[in-house]
């Protein structure tokens, strides 16, 4: 506040001076104290204590959120990728056998209907899952509540088709068709949709799992080198070479750095192994296991419709799902040659090499079924798709088995060396953090000691 001078009258009031800021006068006691030895000193402790703290601080968090989306990976995304390509294939597997059990005629056959009610019930099992494992609201959880309405308007009218088959109409053909339009044009690609979604959910927590720790590595280093330079000019002003207090600090931040560095190292390794040598070939695996599905649906509908559905090809005309099958087993073929570069030991190899062994007899077979409809000959033509033995049925069967086989190994590897990789940061952050504390405490007793010489 303004105010007069003593004995002034009544003239104008004398400004007093200014009041200072609380922070102002904090930095001018840190000034003052660092003019002196002591004061220095205890400045050095504390810039050493909050350096180290800090870089256990920011280590134990980096740390934490990485081994959290490393146990995502394991335990939620990469099983709710694989539970999507688990929809896709029954869904597409549910269609193969109401086809299959459809050309038999009549009630069909107890091993189709027992196959097709099976991959149903799987299929809405593995929707139930992952709806529980999506957000509410999500594009994942429309799309799996679009799936399930699909889902029973499919499996309706699949039964008119075998209602109508039963009683020798040729209308049940027709239902039969419109239920494969169904699966084809609407559910599977929303199941296709949904597996696109899980995969870039576990592209994204392998990423987060993986990233390195730059901001802790970075404080780390800088932490040991202020512990450096305090321990050197300590030496400098004392010519003693050691200070106890100071080489604890020193120890412990660098023990926690280098477990840090290794132990993320070492989990990086085995996560990026799990997808290189695990989730590629997974990925692959299911797309072939679909397209050797799909190729077996469309050798089934090409005797269902009986050359109901044409498509024009380079100027001829040919069966739309006998051109759509030699698509999938082109697909097919390149999909297990990918996975038979991609497999990494001979449990891996062997089953993807022995299906490209079937898939040249199933090709074989085909044309020769193909020959027999074309000459006229259906029921011959059917037996060798349908029938006792030598039929494309046990090509698919085998196809089908030898990849579930490849599947189920490269699971197997996915889990070791994700889990070895999620297990690798096990106790880091806890274990950084109580070092870098006993650190900050080493650095505050070092200086503390000589502080202890000036009093």
Not at 79 to 98: C, G, K, M, Q, V
Request: aromatic share 6%; glycine share 10%; net charge negative.
């Amino acid at each position: 506040m303004p105010s007069r001078p003593p004995g002034a009258g009544a003239g104008p009031l004398v400004p007093g001076p200014p009041r200072r800021t609380a922070f102002a006068e904090g930095a001018d006691r840190l000034r003052a104290a660092a003019t002196t030895e002591p004061g220095r000193l205890r400045l050095i402790g504390a810039l050493l204590a909050l350096l180290v703290v800090s870089f256990g601080a920011v280590a134990a968090w980096q740390t934490t959120t990485r081994a959290a989306a490393a146990g995502d990976v394991l335990d939620s995304s990469q099983p709710l990728s694989s539970d999507a390509a688990d929809i896709y294939r029954s869904l597409a597997d549910a269609n193969t056998a109401a086809s299959s059990g459809f050309l038999v005629g009549g009630q069909g056959t107890r091993a189709s209907d027992d196959r097709y009610e099976e991959d149903l019930r799987t299929a809405a099992a593995k929707l139930v899952k992952a709806a529980a494992g999506s957000d509410p609201g999500s594009p994942s959880a429309e799309t799996i509540t679009r799936l399930n309405r699909l889902l029973l308007e499919y499996k309706g009218l699949v039964e008119r088709a075998r209602t109508y088959n039963r009683q020798g109409f040729p209308v049940g053909g027709a239902y039969l068709r419109y239920a494969d339009e169904t699966m084809r044009k609407d559910m599977l690609p929303a199941a296709e949709d949904l597996h696109r979604r899980e995969n870039q959910r576990l592209r994204a927590d392998y990423a987060d799992a993986t990233a390195r720790p730059r901001a802790a590595l970075a404080l780390g280093v800088l932490a040991l080198a202020a512990l450096a330079w305090a321990q050197h000019r300590t030496y400098r002003r004392t010519n003693r070479v050691l200070n106890p207090g100071l080489v604890a600090a020193t120890a412990a931040t660098a023990a926690a750095l280098l477990w840090l560095a290794a132990g993320h190292g070492v989990a990086r390794a085995g996560l990026d192994d799990s997808y290189d040598h695990a989730v590629r070939s997974l990925d692959v695996l299911h797309d072939a296991r679909v397209a050797s599905l799909r190729a077996r649906g469309n050798e089934n509908l090409t005797l269902v419709a009986r050359g109901a559905e044409t498509v024009k090809v380079g100027g001829e005309t040919v069966d739309a799902y006998d051109h759509e099958f030699r698509k999938d087993m082109d697909a097919l073929g390149r999909g297990l040659a990918r996975a038979r570069e991609l497999a990494d030991d001979q449990a891996g190899e062997q089953p993807v090499a022995r299906a490209l062994g079937d898939v040249t007899e199933w090709r074989e077979r085909h044309a020769s079924a193909r020959a027999e409809d074309e000459n006229g000959n259906y029921r011959q033509a059917l037996d060798r798709v349908i029938g006792a033995e030598g039929t494309t049925g046990e090509c698919f069967d085998s196809v089908d088995g030898r990849l579930a086989q490849a599947l189920e190994h490269e699971e197997n590897e996915f889990e070791q060396a994700a889990g070895d990789g999620r297990d690798a940061m096990a106790g880091l952050p806890a274990g950084v953090a109580a070092l870098t504390v006993l650190g900050a405490a080493g650095a505050v007793l070092g200086i503390g000691r000589r502080l202890s010489e000036y009093r």
